[in-house]
């Protein structure tokens, strides 16, 4: 167990449609990362948290946003939903200040969209 | 753009083999880091190596970072079923980005 939950472990939703995705990282990590994992395209960054800021952009598509609340837990939000958003989401988070290298990763929410 | 490439991509073994497999790059990174994926489940760290030719062991596990720091290695001695898993690599780069290999999926068969 990484010390990183994520919430729900599975969801299943229709095209066009929004979900939120939520992230509670380890005690005292004050970094948050997504990451987008599908089988053809491997394991993606999408985007970084550290404290409450915005500290690194990936390949976060316009329809998808993130944030992080005074409690450090983290939501993705998905909108606009289309068939090719199906993936695994992992949120990850790391002890060291501003950022680390050593990220421990939660379990990760299969979406699936119909 | 930095790539990381592993390989091979597929490995089926039987227990007590040894293998080896390799994570690629032309650019050179930060430091180096293997995770270990059971399906399902999220990237587990194993590893961080950040000095060019530095080797760590890790029970049966020897990971080892290229001299010119953009290529590494995983070598399992006496694989295990429970070695089952995929193998990722990932590059740090200067902004603490990971960028991910798609890893090698290991089948250790009993």
């Known amino acids: 167990d990484s010390g990183v939950t994520q919430t729900p472990k599975h969801l299943i939703t229709a095209t066009g449609q929004r979900v939120t995705l939520r992230c509670s990282p380890r005690?005292?990590?004050?970094?948050v990362y997504w990451y987008q994992q599908s089988l053809d395209q491997g394991l993606q960054f999408l985007i970084q948290?550290?404290?409450?800021?915005?500290?690194a952009k990936g390949n976060i598509l316009e329809r998808f946003s993130a944030q992080q609340f005074p409690d450090l837990h983290s939501e993705l939000n998905l909108s606009s939903l289309e068939l090719g958003d199906s993936a695994l989401y992992f949120c990850?988070?790391?002890?060291?200040?501003?950022?680390?290298?050593?990220?421990?990763f939660g379990p990760g929410t299969r979406l699936t969209v119909t | 753009t930095q790539l990381l490439e592993q390989s091979p991509q597929f490995l089926s073994i039987q227990e007590g083999e040894n293998l080896t497999v390799y994570c690629n790059s032309s650019?050179?990174?930060?430091?180096l880091q293997w995770y270990r994926q059971e399906p399902g489940e999220g990237p587990v760290l194993l590893v961080t190596?950040?000095?060019?030719?530095e080797v760590k062991k890790l029970k049966r596990l020897t990971f080892q970072f290229g001299d010119a720091r953009k290529d590494s290695s995983l070598h399992i001695t006496a694989a295990q079923p429970g070695d089952t898993g995929l193998y990722l690599c990932?590059?740090?780069?200067?902004?603490?980005?990971?960028?991910f290999g798609k890893g090698t999926l290991l089948t250790v068969n009993p």
């Open positions: 948290y550290y404290n409450g800021e915005e500290r």
């Open positions: 650019s050179v990174f930060s430091s």
């Open positions: 990850a988070s790391s002890a060291h200040a501003p950022a680390s290298y050593e990220q421990y």
């Open positions: 990932a590059g740090g780069g200067s902004n603490y980005k990971l960028t």
């Open positions: 005690s005292g990590d004050l970094s």
């Open positions: 190596v950040v000095t060019g030719g």
